[in-house]
């Protein structure tokens, strides 16, 4: 499977513990970004990656959030202090982003599903 | 504010008919737009797009339109099978240079065998 792939698939948690999600994208992708889906709601985008660098952050994204992508590969979302309203499923997806522009499709993970107790 | 909006939050159609799922925007700057279905417990599936310089743009028994004028667009699937039983959501990419996606809500399709 070249896929992307997201672990854990589902985590639960106290109030206030730390969580971190590792997201692995398809091979040479060189894009990658987060979302979060509310119950009802569409995927909300959270953050993006060219590579190692984070060049857009949503108002979304607490100062209890950090992501990183260390090597411009694999990817991690790390939540501190974590809230009920927390709570949601993490998506990641990949792109090329070698066809240029617009048509650049991205591909989602399975998603984490965050319970936060 | 939602900028991509699914007002039908359901969606029910027999097997081998059409199914015609509704989807409008209101950022006029939106010029890419695609749909995604999604079972569950699993991630988006991209299904097909379409540029704000077309008004159709076809993949076997889907086909998706747009209507700049009316900054809205719509995915028909025929015949419809059980298989396609989904949530369906459309987004909308604003040309920015992150390609970031803007999701509608979403709309739940039940075709009955």
């Known amino acids: 499977d070249t896929g992307v792939s997201q672990n854990p698939r589902h985590k639960i948690t106290k109030r206030g513990q730390n969580v971190t999600f590792r997201c692995d994208p398809i091979s040479e992708h060189n894009r990658l970004y987060w979302y979060r889906q509310t119950l009802g709601q569409g995927p909300e985008f959270l953050t993006y990656?060219?590579?190692?660098?984070?060049?857009?952050k949503s108002r979304l994204l607490s100062d209890r959030f950090s992501a990183e992508r260390p090597k411009g590969s694999f990817s991690t979302l790390e939540i501190q202090r974590t809230e009920q309203g927390d709570s949601a499923m993490y998506l990641c997806a990949s792109s090329a982003g070698t066809s240029g522009g617009l048509a650049d499709t991205q591909y989602f993970g399975p998603g984490t599903r965050l319970t936060v107790l | 504010d939602q900028q991509v909006k699914q007002n039908s939050p359901s969606l029910s159609v027999q097997e081998g008919r059409i199914s015609i799922l509704n989807c409008d925007y209101t950022n006029s700057m939106f010029d890419y737009f695609l749909w995604y279905k999604k079972y569950p417990a699993e991630g988006p599936t991209f299904l097909i797009s379409?540029?704000?310089?077309?008004d159709k743009n076809e993949d076997g028994r889907f086909t998706v339109f747009l209507n700049k004028s009316a900054k809205h667009l719509s995915l028909h699937i025929v015949p419809s099978q059980p298989g396609d039983s989904a949530v369906y959501f459309c987004a909308a990419k604003d040309g920015g240079a992150t390609n970031k996606l803007i999701f509608g809500t979403g709309t739940l399709l039940a075709v009955q065998p």
């Open positions: 379409i540029s704000s310089i077309k």
């Open positions: 990656f060219q590579n190692e660098a984070q060049l857009e």
